[in-house]
């Protein structure tokens, strides 16, 4: 679930079994992803001047040697999935805000389903990636209770536009049948969007900056519409 970068490296990355298999949308170059593991791929001098302690941070450096953060299975991801609320929104709003509080590095994402007794979300996945995330949307998973919608994050990245529903958010959207929310980690605003409501007119994208020349290639994306949020320090990570 990409954001939308100004660079135009909009990419989504499958990690399997070590090998990195990448494609470039919108491009016909292969280029080096964006998202490999934070360890070799973040600025590391930057890494070591944002030195937040964790759990904040994804790695620290004491002394200057750069140590990752020791989450434990526990913290990476909430696991009180037993949680029911009376909306889908309230839902997402909910388990996004879990993630936000232990991680403002990665994306983490995962279905909505509705059950008897309230709407649940699924455990939070992630691929510690800080531009995408893949997560299971196979319907017989969840004792067959019916998938309403998705949740994911975008990391508060620089020359990206977390607000927004990426192209490949869209288009995953419309394969899946199912809306999105997302939480824009720089505003702390959740976002929703379904198949149906439309993107954003060019003028909308031009003031957003995206480039002309990114606007002849018919890109779409959609700030879809905002149903709550939470509250967020706004600190660009990278
Ligand atoms: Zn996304």
């Known amino acids: 679930m990409t954001p939308y970068f100004k660079s135009f490296l909009a990419v989504t990355a499958l990690l399997v079994t070590g090998f990195l298999i990448g494609t470039v949308l919108f491009g016909c170059v292969q280029r080096p992803l964006p998202h490999r593991d934070p ?25 200057g040697n750069l140590t990752q953060c020791q989450l434990s299975e526990a913290a990476e991801a909430p696991k009180d999935t037993t949680n029911y609320f009376k909306s889908a929104d309230a839902a997402a709003i909910y388990v996004v ?42 319907p017989e998973t969840f004792d067959g209770y019916p998938i309403v919608a998705t949740y994911h994050v975008h990391p508060c990245l620089k020359d990206a536009f977390p607000s927004v529903f990426s192209p490949q958010d869209l288009s995953s959207s419309r394969t899946a049948n199912h809306p999105g929310y997302v939480l824009d980690e720089c505003t702390g605003l959740v976002h929703y969007w379904a198949p149906g409501d439309g993107y954003m ?28 949020g939470i509250t967020v320090d706004g600190v660009v990570i990278n």
């Open 97 to 138: 805000g879990k993630i936000y509080a232990l991680s403002h590095y990665y994306e983490y994402g995962g279905v909505i389903v509705k059950t008897p007794k309230g709407y649940a979300y699924a455990r939070p996945a992630t691929q510690h990636h800080g531009m995408d995330v893949e997560f299971n949307q196979d």
């Open 39 to 63: 360890s070799a791929s973040w600025d590391q001098e930057n890494l070591k001047k944002n030195d937040q302690g964790c759990p904040t941070a994804v790695y620290v450096a004491p002394n």
């Open 201 to 228: 007119d060019e003028d909308a994208m031009l003031k957003l900056g995206v480039s002309p020349a990114q606007l002849s290639r018919g890109v779409q994306i959609s700030l879809g519409r905002v149903v709550g």
